[in-house]
């Protein structure tokens, strides 16, 4: 078993940042992916950024995330984050880490993975 949990989230201003964390405890977490996806208020849920075990990593299309979400794992400490730079509205949502031992299809598909966070809430005001 791997229990996730997230931290991080708050209110942020339009254009500000916000580093998420994700603390993985249980068995051996170097060997994951870890993916972050969120969910706005009635919104599916949506991938936004993974890293594989040995550190390649993968972001949602180029419109939504990339360029100013890096996702980073740290397997000392046993955490991934997720540092969002430029925020917008429209990254308001739960924020869940993910974790599997091995994601043998797309990062970007939710059911590949076993393990999920309870989520924390970013909110950024316009």
């Known amino acids: 078993q791997v229990q996730l949990v997230e931290s991080g989230g708050g209110l942020v201003q339009t254009g500000g940042s916000v580093r998420l964390s994700c603390a993985a405890s249980g068995r051996t977490f170097s060997s994951y992916d870890i993916a972050w996806f969120r969910q706005a208020r009635g919104k599916e849920r949506e991938f936004v950024a993974g890293?594989?075990?040995?550190?390649?990593?993968?972001?949602a299309s180029a419109d939504s995330v990339k360029g100013r979400f890096t996702i980073s794992r740290d397997n000392a400490k046993n955490t991934v984050y997720l540092v969002m730079n430029s925020l917008k509205p429209e990254d308001t949502a739960v924020y869940y880490c993910?974790?599997?031992?091995?994601?043998?299809?797309?990062?970007?598909?939710?059911?590949?993975?076993?393990?999920w966070g309870q989520g924390t809430q970013v909110t950024v005001s316009s």
């Open positions: 993910a974790a599997d031992p091995r994601v043998s299809g797309s990062l970007q598909v939710a059911d590949e993975y076993d393990y």
């Open positions: 890293i594989r075990s040995g550190g390649w990593r993968y972001y």
